[in-house]
């Protein structure tokens, strides 16, 4: 068999021919293509080979290859779907980047395309499919993880299967149960309640009952008690036991290696794109993920050889199965390979040309496959873009050292290229309260101290304004469409109102630098094709500025001249004219039609000479790209969200929106006070790192976007619905509220705040129920159950009551109640009996929180977020012109004003604080960790971390101990968790 007959597999003719998903099984070693009626399930038996066809706004195709391995699957079958998969990259012509996807550790990309998850089920061809009709409804048990990309796991039905620390969803044929450990994510079961919405849909049709059981929880008894019927009766349930599933690869600098007959040579130095050859393949080992790099002329054979040395690397270092393969083809790298390296210049190749595909691509055309989809450059398309609403307010001011002035009407659209300006725009959205759009301006010679004060200043506004505006930083020449269209027309003269810009001496200077005034020679460029590009621009006024494209307005003394290029629009002329009566009211207007100029005309402009006859090029469009971001090791990071639909803005986080031409970051309203404080110097550090890799433009507009406060030209990039933006509570109630009715009431757990104790009084009442039902010979429903209820029934029961009488008596007395005893042995009376003691603590410490002053659980559910205290309401705010940079309004003010979780934040760093100078002992990092071979005794084992030393606090976690106790408590949870301090 010759080689283009193995690259042409006949499963694969025709593919790739329009954007959507299609999916092959491996049956026999052949791939058989899976109809659309069966995409999202995955039998474990089994391996797949997925096509994800896109098209980007350019009208280019771009291509995703995953093959899927099941956990059960052969290795024969799963090294076909290796081979298979570099085959159809190449009847693609070599332009896919192909992903290894492991039953359990699928990457966030793969699960994307089949929101919210994929099903795994048992069996696979081997053992022979039955058709749906056949299936009979099994009861199944799942583990869902994941706040993002839901991951879906079926594990036994037994309640050994669950624990405190993750979410469980129970399908039986009546009802779906979602069961939430105490110490479960508060985004993972918000994702898992869509799992349920799912589920309900596909196999219930839409018809069953759903109920929410929350572990530890004392109110639905009714659910709670059938949830517990299922697993034979209300009983402990253990704690989580980490496999080899939880293990999370860890994420090492990026190490580079040449691949060379199946052998891997290390590569020294600094990471450059040079190091690159496009005759060669490389490895790029970044721990959580590697990737291999092929060259654009390399084999098919070549490329195989290359995917199978990376699998036998990671086999050899026994690598965690959670560690990613991605390979990726010269000049289609993705943005997670490129941010690996120092920089990413751009390359003379066009992504997709001829010359780039290699010789796979040239083998294929003679044999007569087409390649579709090539990458090709397209203009912005000329569509309007969503625009504010018209008729609001528009204030602008000038800023001048530490005050600011505003314009007058009648100039208000006169911008000065010296200058920097505040604009506020106040306007009606549809039916919605009252919406604000507040942007800086800087001018691309305005003075730093300028720009600093026009910063504060918009700080002073949006606090002002409750949190509530739109705030953005625009600089000349980036104007975006919506600010464009405020000001008919939109003027940007030469020179600087600001005394700092005239002190600098900079109007003095050059040609370009001198100021605009209404007597002196300009020349005034007229663009533009509607109001969101209409704009004139003070040019130098010479001959060669011209252009046939563009209209300009010649200003020379008195006389006003308006010429027009051969190859302008009748719009333009009209808005020149425009233009010209905002600069000179009642100014008589000389045409000049290009060719025809006057000696004059061409006196003014010092001469005539020759100018451009060529239209002025336009970006290029680009898909828009949404990221969720961090910091590892000091290091900024981000992560993309695929397929990013409003479901993925979660309100405990912050994301960046990049469409190219605009960035926005997005604040949740449940972040953190201190961190929406550093929205602006996340975006910025954002776009000096897409402008290193992407080629991103520097001076690109940034804007700053709180939730429930989006503008169209932000919801434009998203499936938008008002309801899901209006929802009320962290991102489970909003869940909730939108899936079951705002009236169901969900108990706010706030991140674990309670968590320990929610996970306490679930043992406690488990631990109190069965030793009732022991003593009255109920018949426990697994084997393990069965051994507990057979010691000391009767004494238990005695113990368990006396211990809640003891429990009743003592919420009614103010003093609290001493802690119980630890248990001391290991028998399962003495857990049992430890499990009653820890109720009756439970019961005191509950009773002592019955006034809702106190409880800062009533406080969280109450608010509203958005909305401020009655003292900030009440507080008399001044017009904005008397707003001046000196007033002490800060970011931080405001974000306790409309942070519903400010005070919660504020009580939970108290408590953290005194507790840690309560504790005083200091041990090593060795004996602190859970699995030390030397432990510590006596210590609070649920603040491990409060008895590391500041120093070897620093070298584990990265971070102070202050810095530490600011985290939100999952945060804080999640590191300790990391480093075995959990």
Same mark, same amino acid.
């Given at each position: 068999?010759?080689?283009?007959?193995?690259?042409?597999?006949?499963?694969?003719?025709?593919?790739?021919?329009?954007?959507?998903?299609?999916?092959?099984?491996?049956?026999?070693?052949?791939?058989?293509?899976?109809?659309?009626?069966?995409?999202?399930?995955?039998?474990?038996?089994?391996?797949?080979?997925?096509?994800?066809?896109?098209?980007?706004?350019?009208?280019?195709?771009?291509?995703?290859?995953?093959?899927?391995?099941?956990?059960?699957?052969?290795?024969?079958?799963?090294?076909?779907?290796?081979?298979?998969?570099?085959?159809?990259?190449?009847?693609?012509?070599? =332009?896919?980047?192909?992903?290894?996807?492991?039953?359990?550790?699928?990457?966030?990309?793969?699960?994307?395309?089949?929101?919210?998850?994929?099903? #795994?089920?048992?069996?696979?061809?081997?053992?022979?499919?039955?058709?749906?009709?056949?299936?009979?409804?099994?009861?199944?048990?799942?583990?869902?993880?994941?706040?993002?990309?839901?991951?879906?796991?079926?594990?036994?039905?037994?309640?050994?299967?669950?624990?405190?620390?993750?979410?469980?969803?129970?399908?039986?044929?009546?009802?779906?149960?979602?069961?939430?450990?105490? &110490?479960?994510?508060?985004?993972?079961?918000?994702?898992?309640?869509?799992?349920?919405?799912?589920?309900?849909?596909?196999?219930?049709?839409?018809?069953?009952?759903?109920?929410?059981?929350?572990?530890?929880?004392?109110?639905?008894?009714?659910?709670?008690?059938?949830?517990?019927?299922?697993?034979?009766?209300?009983?402990?349930?253990?704690?989580?036991?980490?496999?080899?599933?939880?293990?999370?690869?860890?994420?090492?600098?990026?190490?580079?290696?040449?691949?060379? &007959?199946?052998?891997?040579?290390?590569?020294?130095?600094?990471?450059? $794109?040079?190091?690159?050859?496009?005759?060669?393949?490389?490895?790029?080992?970044?721990?959580?993920?590697?990737?291999?790099?092929?060259?654009?002329?390399?084999?098919?054979?070549?490329?195989?050889?290359?995917?199978?040395?990376?699998?036998?690397?990671?086999?050899?270092?026994?690598?965690?199965?959670?560690?990613?393969?991605?390979?990726?083809?010269?000049?289609?790298?993705?943005?997670?390979?490129?941010?690996?390296?120092?920089?990413?210049?751009?390359?003379?190749?066009?992504?997709?040309?001829?010359?780039?595909?290699? $010789?796979?691509?040239?083998?294929?055309?003679?044999?007569?496959?087409?390649?579709?989809?090539?990458?090709?450059?397209?203009?912005?398309?000329?569509?309007?873009?969503?625009?504010?609403?018209?008729?609001?307010?528009?204030?602008?001011?000038?800023?001048?050292?530490?005050?600011?002035?505003?314009?007058?009407?009648?100039?208000?659209?006169?911008?000065?290229?010296?200058?920097?300006?505040?604009?506020?725009?106040?306007?009606?959205?549809?039916?919605?309260?009252?919406?604000?759009?507040?942007?800086?301006?800087?001018?691309?010679?305005?003075?730093?101290?300028?720009?600093?004060?026009?910063?504060?200043?918009?700080?002073?506004?949006?606090?002002?304004?409750?949190?509530?505006?739109?705030?953005?930083?625009?600089?000349?020449?980036?104007?975006?469409?919506?600010?464009?269209?405020?000001?008919?027309?939109?003027?940007?003269?030469?020179?600087?109102?600001?005394?700092?810009?005239?002190?600098?001496?900079?109007?003095?200077?050059?040609?370009?630098?001198?100021?605009?005034?209404?007597?002196?020679?300009?020349?005034?460029?007229?663009?533009?094709?509607?109001?969101?590009?209409?704009?004139?621009?003070?040019?130098?006024?010479?001959?060669?500025?011209?252009?046939?494209?563009?209209?300009?307005?010649?200003?020379?003394?008195?006389?006003?001249?308006?010429?027009?290029?051969?190859?302008?629009?009748?719009?333009?002329?009209?808005?020149?004219?425009?233009?010209?009566?905002?600069?000179?009211?009642?100014?008589?207007?000389?045409?000049?039609?290009?060719?025809?100029?006057?000696?004059?005309?061409?006196?003014?402009?010092?001469?005539?000479?020759?100018?451009?006859?060529?239209?002025?090029?336009?970006?290029?469009?680009?898909?828009?790209?949404?990221?969720?971001?961090?910091?590892?090791?000091?290091?900024?990071?981000?992560?993309?969200?695929?397929?990013?639909?409003?479901?993925?803005?979660?309100?405990?986080?912050?994301?960046?929106?990049?469409?190219?031409?605009?960035?926005?970051?997005?604040?949740?309203?449940?972040?953190?006070?201190?961190?929406?404080?550093?929205?602006?110097?996340?975006?910025?550090?954002?776009?000096?790192?897409?402008?290193?890799?992407?080629?991103?433009?520097?001076?690109?507009?940034?804007?700053?976007?709180?939730?429930?406060?989006?503008?169209?030209?932000?919801?434009?990039?998203?499936?938008?619905?008002?309801?899901?933006?209006?929802?009320?509570?962290?991102?489970?109630?909003?869940?909730?509220?939108?899936?079951?009715?705002? &009236?169901?009431?969900?108990?706010?757990?706030?991140?674990?705040?309670?968590?320990?104790?929610?996970?306490?009084?679930?043992?406690?009442?488990?631990?109190?129920?069965?030793?009732?039902?022991?003593?009255?010979?109920?018949?426990?429903?697994?084997?393990?159950?069965?051994?507990?209820?057979?010691?000391?029934?009767? =004494?238990?029961?005695?113990?368990?009551?006396?211990?809640?009488?003891?429990?009743?008596?003592?919420?009614?007395?103010?003093?609290?109640?001493?802690?119980? #005893?630890?248990?001391?042995?290991?028998?399962?009376?003495?857990?049992?009996?430890?499990?009653?003691?820890?109720?009756?603590?439970?019961?005191?410490?509950?009773?002592?929180?019955?006034?809702?002053?106190?409880?800062?659980?009533?406080?969280?559910?109450?608010?509203?977020?958005?909305?401020?205290?009655?003292?900030?309401?009440?507080?008399?705010?001044?017009?904005?012109?008397?707003?001046?940079?000196?007033?002490?309004?800060?970011?931080?003010?405001?974000?306790?004003?409309?942070?519903?979780?400010?005070?919660?934040?504020?009580?939970?760093?108290?408590?953290?604080?005194?507790?840690?100078?309560?504790?005083?002992?200091?041990?090593?990092?060795?004996?602190?960790?859970?699995?030390?071979?030397?432990?510590?005794?006596?210590?609070?084992?649920?603040?491990?971390?409060?008895?590391?030393?500041?120093?070897?606090?620093?070298?584990?976690?990265?971070?102070?101990?202050?810095?530490?106790?600011?985290?939100?408590?999952?945060?804080?949870?999640?590191?300790?968790?990391?480093?075995?301090?959990?």
């Amino acid at each position: 068999m010759s080689a283009s007959t193995k690259v042409l597999d006949p499963a694969f003719q025709g593919i790739g021919q329009k954007p959507g998903t299609e999916i092959w099984r491996i049956e026999n070693f052949q791939p058989v293509l899976v109809p659309k009626s069966e995409h999202g399930k995955f039998y474990m038996g089994d391996s797949y080979i997925i096509l994800q066809t896109t098209q980007n706004k350019g009208g280019a195709y771009q291509y995703d290859i995953h093959f899927w391995i099941g956990k059960d699957t052969s290795q024969d079958e799963a090294g076909t779907a290796a081979a298979k998969t570099v085959e159809l990259d190449a009847v693609l012509g070599g =332009r896919a980047v192909q992903h290894r996807e492991i039953q359990g550790h699928e990457s966030d990309k793969f699960l994307s395309y089949f929101k919210p998850c994929i099903i #795994p089920l048992e069996g696979g061809v081997a053992s022979g499919f039955r058709k749906p009709e056949e299936e009979e409804f099994e009861t199944r048990l799942y583990i869902c993880k994941g706040k993002r990309a839901v991951r879906l796991k079926q594990v036994p039905f037994a309640r050994a299967s669950l624990n405190h620390d993750d979410v469980f969803i129970l399908d039986t044929k009546e009802k779906i149960y979602q069961f939430n450990g105490a &110490n479960s994510n508060i985004q993972e079961r918000a994702k898992a309640l869509e799992v349920v919405q799912y589920l309900k849909d596909k196999y219930h049709e839409g018809t069953c009952d759903v109920a929410i059981v929350d572990d530890g929880k004392l109110d639905t008894e009714s659910d709670s008690g059938e949830f517990w019927v299922l697993f034979g009766g209300f009983a402990p349930i253990g704690r989580k036991v980490a496999s080899e599933d939880d293990i999370i690869p860890e994420t090492t600098p990026p190490k580079l290696y040449s691949i060379a &007959n199946g052998q891997l040579e290390p590569i020294e130095g600094d990471l450059s $794109k040079s190091l690159l050859e496009n005759d060669k393949c490389y490895f790029l080992d970044c721990g959580a993920e590697v990737f291999v790099w092929v060259g654009r002329v390399t084999q098919v054979e070549e490329r195989k050889a290359a995917s199978q040395a990376a699998e036998d690397c990671l086999a050899s270092e026994n690598r965690p199965k959670a560690t990613l393969i991605t390979r990726v083809i010269q000049g289609y790298e993705p943005h997670s390979f490129k941010s690996n390296f120092d920089s990413w210049p751009s390359g003379s190749a066009t992504p997709g040309s001829e010359e780039g595909r290699g $010789k796979v691509a040239a083998l294929l055309k003679q044999q007569g496959v087409g390649l579709k989809g090539a990458s090709k450059s397209t203009p912005v398309s000329e569509d309007i873009p969503p625009l504010l609403e018209g008729g609001g307010k528009l204030e602008v001011w000038c800023v001048d050292g530490k005050a600011k002035t505003p314009l007058a009407k009648e100039d208000i659209g006169k911008f000065y290229s010296g200058d920097s300006y505040l604009v506020l725009y106040t306007y009606h959205s549809g039916d919605r309260k009252e919406d604000y759009f507040l942007c800086c301006w800087f001018g691309n010679h305005s003075i730093q101290e300028d720009q600093e004060t026009a910063l504060r200043l918009a700080n002073t506004m949006f606090n002002s304004l409750k949190g509530r505006p739109v705030q953005g930083r625009i600089h000349e020449g980036k104007e975006p469409p919506q600010f464009i269209a405020l000001f008919q027309p939109m003027v940007v003269l030469k020179g600087g109102l600001s005394s700092g810009y005239k002190n600098s001496g900079a109007e003095k200077g050059s040609p370009e630098e001198e100021a605009y005034t209404s007597d002196s020679i300009a020349l005034i460029q007229v663009s533009g094709t509607g109001v969101h590009n209409n704009k004139a621009l003070q040019v130098e006024a010479i001959a060669t500025s011209l252009n046939s494209y563009e209209c300009f307005l010649l200003q020379s003394g008195s006389s006003m001249f308006l010429w027009h290029g051969n190859q302008s629009t009748h719009e333009q002329q009209q808005l020149a004219a425009k233009v010209a009566e905002f600069l000179k009211p009642g100014v008589t207007i000389k045409h000049a039609k290009e060719g025809t100029e006057s000696s004059s005309f061409w006196f003014a402009l010092g001469g005539k000479q020759n100018f451009t006859s060529k239209k002025a090029s336009s970006e290029t469009v680009r898909d828009p790209h949404l990221f969720s971001f961090s910091f590892n090791k000091g290091k900024f990071q981000v992560e993309e969200i695929h397929n990013f639909a409003q479901d993925d803005l979660l309100t405990e986080d912050m994301y960046v929106l990049d469409t190219h031409a605009e960035v926005f970051v997005w604040v949740g309203q449940y972040v953190d006070s201190k961190e929406k404080q550093t929205a602006f110097d996340i975006g910025q550090r954002y776009i000096e790192m897409a402008a290193s890799l992407e080629g991103l433009p520097l001076k690109v507009p940034l804007y700053k976007i709180t939730e429930g406060n989006e503008p169209c030209f932000f919801t434009t990039y998203f499936s938008w619905e008002p309801a899901k933006a209006f929802a009320q509570g962290n991102s489970f109630q909003k869940k909730v509220a939108l899936l079951f009715g705002a &009236n169901h009431v969900v108990e706010d757990k706030s991140n674990g705040g309670n968590q320990g104790g929610l996970r306490q009084r679930a043992e406690a009442l488990a631990a109190l129920t069965s030793a009732f039902n022991s003593s009255t010979g109920r018949v426990p429903s697994s084997s393990q159950d069965r051994s507990e209820g057979t010691q000391g029934g009767p =004494r238990q029961r005695a113990e368990a009551l006396a211990a809640l009488s003891s429990a009743f008596n003592s919420s009614s007395s103010s003093a609290k109640a001493p802690p119980p #005893p630890r248990p001391a042995g290991t028998s399962r009376g003495s857990q049992r009996a430890a499990a009653v003691a820890a109720l009756s603590q439970v019961l005191t410490a509950e009773s002592q929180k019955k006034s809702p002053d106190t409880s800062p659980t009533r406080r969280s559910t109450s608010s509203n977020p958005g909305d401020t205290s009655p003292s900030a309401e009440a507080k008399e705010e001044k017009p904005f012109s008397e707003v001046d940079a000196s007033e002490e309004t800060t970011d931080a003010k405001e974000e306790e004003q409309v942070s519903p979780t400010t005070e919660a934040s504020a009580e939970e760093s108290e408590s953290d604080s005194s507790a840690s100078v309560a504790i005083g002992a200091i041990f090593s990092y060795e004996q602190l960790r859970a699995k030390s071979e030397n432990p510590v005794t006596g210590i609070d084992f649920k603040r491990r971390e409060a008895y590391l030393s500041e120093e070897e606090f620093q070298t584990v976690f990265g971070m102070t101990k202050e810095a530490f106790t600011k985290l939100p408590r999952w945060k804080q949870d999640l590191l300790k968790k990391k480093m075995d301090l959990f």
